[in-house]
Structure formats: C-alpha cells, structure tokens
C-alpha cells in the first residue's frame, strides 16, 4: 500500500532552519507530483509548496517564499522542504501528499494520499 512518511520536524527558535523529509513507497514516485501542506490549531489545512513529477515546475506560497524550498530525489522516492528564517507563524503540523497528476495543485482535494504529519514548532 502507499506509504508517506515524513521526518524531520520539531521545535527551533525564530530565525533557526528545518528540513523536512517526506519518504514515499508502494508507488511509483516519479510519476506523482508532491505537495507539502501544514495545519496550525484552528486553522485550515494550507498549501506551503508543491513539486511535479520531474521537479521543473514548483509552486511556493507566497508567505514563504525566499526562505522554503523544495526539491525530490526520485531515485531515494524522497520530497524535501528546507525551511529557513523560521517565523513563530510557520508553527503547524507539516503534511506531505501526493497527485498522480503532474502539476502542482494548491487544493488539498486534489492530492490522492496523505502522510500522518511531523510538528514543527518556532518559538519567539
């Protein structure tokens, strides 16, 4: 069955850097778009940056932009976020998903399966 794992969270201070892995299996990954979404408390789920299937096209939220990015390695089935210039807003479970489509949708209805998150706190 297809697993998404994802790694890499936990608890820095404003300015300090993450980098979140997403480990996929039971697919074929190259031929999945990867898409990184984050909850905070009360919030709704919210796109953060997404990825096509061979890396050209990426889609980055605005409010992030020039401190995440992301990539993939497709031969290690593998999706990273690196996230610099933490704020205590980016606090929110980070989740990784997956599109068999190749583009880079922004709404969560789009995307086929789900990892089970990995916190990320940044305190002031």
């Known amino acids: 069955q297809v697993q998404l794992v994802e790694s890499g969270g936990g608890s820095v201070q404003a300015g300090g850097s993450l980098r979140l892995s997403c480990a996929a299996s039971g697919l074929t990954f190259r031929d999945y778009a990867v898409g990184w979404f984050r909850q905070a408390p009360g919030n709704d789920r919210e796109f953060v940056a997404g990825?096509?299937?061979?890396?050209?096209?990426?889609h980055i939220k605005d409010s992030v932009k020039g401190r995440f990015t992301i990539s993939r390695d497709n031969a290690w089935n593998t999706v990273y976020l690196q996230m610099n210039s933490l704020k205590p807003e980016d606090t929110a479970v980070y989740y990784c998903a997956v599109d068999d489509y190749n583009r880079v949708a922004t709404m969560a209805s789009y995307y086929d399966y789900w990892g089970q998150g990995t916190q990320v706190t940044v305190s002031s």
């Open positions: 990825i096509s299937w061979t890396g050209t096209s990426v």
